[in-house]
Every structure is written in structure tokens, then in C-alpha cells.
């Protein structure tokens, strides 16, 4: 499917998971068009935390968790105690929104890590209809900005889903098992190309079917409290490796 659009299936019937799927989306969708339309970015989000923010003290190595709702989620402080990792993740958010804040949200703040976790809101659709190349695109924009800012890069891979709920397919149907697994190659490889660090979580994460495991995901793709203790050992090595680059 090189070069084509991702489309979504056709809604078929109401009682049609893949269907109500679609649905799901094109719903959520429609409460987003004033951000979509007066914030795209959504650089409202972290202005006035990032303004409050003090300058990097000698010595310090600020840290930040960029991405989507998995991160926006995830509790740093409580799984990172006194670390001082900022969390910079918006839910619901794809790479070419991540691309916007950016600056803002990451460069601006003058880190010695970037840990990033983004592409499976635009393998969903989020903000319209994307191929992989242009979510592959934006990640390598990304890693491009924050290497000419002295800026070091932790690439994580896109998390699993799991489809073992039947109350709660939304975000299974939404989102495709094969460009995940696409996508986290691109990602390895290009880590490994330009000597950055590929945070695996996705092994981790996933049982014998490539399916998140049942237990650390209480809707098919959000990590739960079990599912970000697995995470967040891996993240920690993975920053200790970027920081010893």
C-alpha cells in the first residue's frame, strides 16, 4: 500500500463492529473541529506550564515524554519518583500536530532527552486519512530538529491493541495490527541508521498473538496501571542509554 492513503473501512451496519468504529471516530472527529480549525497544535495545552518552567540549572538533565494520550496519561512522577520528567503528551494527538508544538513543547525547553511516543492516532485517522510515509516523515522531521539542537532522541514504538473485549472494539477497529508492526520497523531501523535509541515496548506489551496483553490494557489500547510498570523500566534504560550517547 506504499503511497496510498489509509482508508477506513465503509460503515456496513449498526450492529457491525468495524463499523461503529468508523462512527466512533467520525464522531469524536466532529468535537474536534474548533481545535482542529483555531489550534491545530494545540499549543494552548502546555503555554502557561511551560512558561512557568525554570530555566535548566548546570548540571541537570531534563527529560520529557512527548506523544499522544499514552503519554498525557501516564503518571510520571509516580512511576519515575523524584526523577523531575516532564510530561508533554496531548490526547488524541498525531505526528503532524506533535510536529507543530514541537518547537514549543520540546526544543524551547532545552531537554538533554526526548522520549517520543506517537503514530498510532495517525495509523487511526485521527486528523484525516494518512499514509505511513507521511507519519514516517514527520517522525524524521522530529529527530531532524531536535539533532540540531543538541537535542537526544528515544524513538518508542507503537504499542499493541487487543481485541479480547468485545464492549469495547472502538479503538482495535480503528487502528491496523500490520501497519503497527510496519511502522515499528521503520522506526528501528531508522534508530539504528542514525545511531538513536528504539525503545521497545512493544515486544513487552504484546502476548503470543501480537495482541496486547488482556491485563495491561482495559480498552484494547491504553495502558493500564500493570501495563506503564512494564513501560517504565524500559523507558528508564532507554534514557540512561541516550544520555551515556
Not at 44 to 49: I, T
Request: glycine share 6%; proline share 6%; with cysteine.
Amino acid at each position: 500500500m506504499s503511497g496510498m492513503a489509509q482508508t477506513q473501512p465503509a460503515p456496513s451496519g449498526k450492529n457491525d463492529p468495524a463499523a461503529q468504529a468508523v462512527l466512533s471516530l467520525e464522531r469524536w472527529r466532529e468535537t474536534r473541529i474548533s481545535v482542529f480549525m483555531n489550534d491545530f497544535g494545540e499549543l494552548s495545552r502546555y503555554s502557561e506550564a511551560n512558561a512557568q518552567l525554570k530555566p535548566v540549572a548546570p548540571g541537570e538533565n531534563r527529560i520529557i515524554f512527548f506523544g499522544d494520550s499514552i503519554t498525557d496519561g501516564w503518571k510520571l512522577d509516580t512511576y519515575f519518583p523524584e526523577k523531575g520528567y516532564i510530561n508533554r503528551g496531548i490526547g488524541g494527538q498525531t505526528t503532524p500536530q506533535m510536529l507543530v508544538r514541537f518547537r514549543q513543547d520540546v526544543i524551547d525547553l532545552s531537554p538533554k532527552v526526548v522520549v517520543i511516543l506517537a503514530g498510532t492516532n495517525d495509523i487511526a485517522g485521527n486528523t484525516g486519512p494518512m499514509t505511513v510515509e507521511q507519519t514516517e516523515a514527520n517522525f524524521a522531521s522530529m529527530a531532524e530538529l531536535a539533532r540540531a539542537h543538541s537535542i537526544r532522541v528515544v524513538f518508542s514504538s507503537v504499542t499493541p491493541i487487543h481485541n479480547y473485549i468485545p464492549q469495547k472494539l472502538n479503538f482495535f477497529y480503528q487502528r491496523s495490527p500490520e501497519e503497527i508492526v510496519r511502522l515499528n520497523q521503520w522506526l528501528r531501523d531508522y534508530c539504528e541508521q542514525n545511531h538513536l535509541v528504539y525503545l521497545d515496548y512493544y515486544s513487552a506489551l504484546a502476548d503470543s498473538h501480537g495482541m496486547m496483553k488482556k491485563d495491561l490494557a482495559d480498552d484494547g489500547l491504553h495502558p493500564n496501571a500493570a501495563g506503564y510498570r512494564v513501560m517504565a523500566p524500559l523507558a528508564e534504560a532507554a534514557i540512561e542509554k541516550a544520555l551515556a550517547q
